[in-house]
């Protein structure tokens, strides 16, 4: 994993890189710096945040929270629950952002807090199984329903399916490669987009409701169970909603590429989160004026099931809207993932290559090409939906990490400066539901958990053999070197170079530095 030229030093954390000696053309200066650009101002903070949480999730995760809860009423309690939960976990994410303003999120934070081991563990499962997955989901999601008006009586082949999934991530992978703008503006108008059309479907449910439509909200109905739900059951249903809201700490991940990060994180995160649960809650309740939950469970496409009874001929827009919207997931996912892998690399815990970018588009394409290829393996492997469970409680192993880090940080380092400083009820609060939520699934569903844990746990021998022996045979850092510069030469990428604060806005000019000792071919 981390054999490469520069051998990591204490926690696993590499030395730094080679100092590169200047390429042909001006001399060496700030025009010549390649280095990730800050681009991403408070509106696009936003929609990453946005886009990343309404992506798949919405229209699959109903389904499975109804089907716990036992009544409506209990399952629209759990999406406002869910929503509450995710504003507190939010919280904490702020502080930890602007107190260790690194990219990387929760694997940056872990590390900073817990050192090395802990860090790549969650590397290791995000890389692994977490994200590829979450990304297959959406990839599936997004063919599925470009593909429903052209199979409107039956479910798309499986191999339509994929074959449009794949071009779907390889065309995004091709964007987030060539430029970040691009990306960033991709995700403004997908995110827009993915809005307006939960907003359509918030609009026809207030519609039905003043039409007197809303038999199943009357309190007599909603709050009729059809199954008494036990303490398992409801922590099932909220892991299933927690897949709806996964990717509200993706913001985290790309901090050093944010404008002013003291200040937009922090005010992105209050912005998005209370109205995604917004859009989550009304959404669903739109979904009851129009369907029975006995129609609700047995429908495979939520969205398209609500437009069919509502819509008529016009149903044909929920799919496009759904597709628009998982269109703008993906690109969210490839974006905030690949710039994990990036910071993974940069502290040693992945190959170098991985913490390379393009001297002239200054994208990570390496770690991009290994988010899509990850993906990629995931969708061809099966079923992937069958994997949201243990994605959805890895996820909040992960989350609970780093907020317990958040207190220890307080007591190990209590002058550290913290521009934003929550009350300490917060992670508390956040960390009492956490630990009901883990210990009754469990219960549960033992097996689905169980894996879960293997899956972080094989990381281990992983971590000893790759980051922490650092005496590793001649033969092995050769291989790591070549292997590395061949990557340099087809990816065109170096690593980037640090900038002073007030050139970082500054733009992004080619330069073909060398990174190892043998200096690279002048293409």
Known sequence: MAGHTQQPSGRGHPGPAPSPSPGPGPGPGASERVALKKEIGLVSACTIIIGNIIGSGIFISPKGVLEHSGSVGLALFVWVLGGGVTALGSLCYAELGVAIPKSGGDYAYVTEIFGGLAGFLLLWSAVLIMYPTSLAVISMTFSNYVLQPVFPNCIPPATASRVLSMACLMLLTWVNSSSVRWATRIQDIFTGGKLLALSLIIGMGFVQIFQGHFEELRPSNAFDFWMTPSVGHLALAFLQGSFAFSGWNFLNYVTEELVDPRKNLPRAIFISIPLVTFVYTFTNVAYFTAMSPQELLASNAVAVTFGEKLLGYFSWVMPVSVALSTFGGINGYLFTSSRLCFSGAREGHLPSLLAMIHVRHCTPIPALLVCCGATAVIML???????????????????????????????????LHRPIKVNLLVP????????????????????????????????????????????????????????????QELC????????????????????????????????
């Open 381 to 415: 492997v099966g079923d992937t939906y069958t994997l949201i469970n243990y994605v959805s409680f890895i996820n909040y192993l992960c989350y609970g990490v780093t907020i317990l880090g958040l207190l220890v940080l307080r007591w190990k380092r209590p002058a």
């Open 428 to 487: 508390a609060a956040y960390l009492v539901f956490w630990a009901f939520l883990l210990v009754f699934s469990f219960i549960s569903e033992p097996m689905v958990c169980g894996v879960g844990v293997i899956i972080i746990l094989t990381g281990v021998p992983i971590f000893f053999l790759g980051v922490f022996w650092r005496s590793k045979p001649k033969c092995v850092h050769r291989l790591t070197e070549s292997m590395t510069r061949w990557g």
């Open 492 to 523: 065109f990428v170096v690593y980037p170079q640090g900038a002073p604060e007030e050139e970082e806005n500054g733009p992004c000019q080619p330069s073909p530095l060398p990174t190892t000792d043998k200096p690279l071919k002048t293409q």
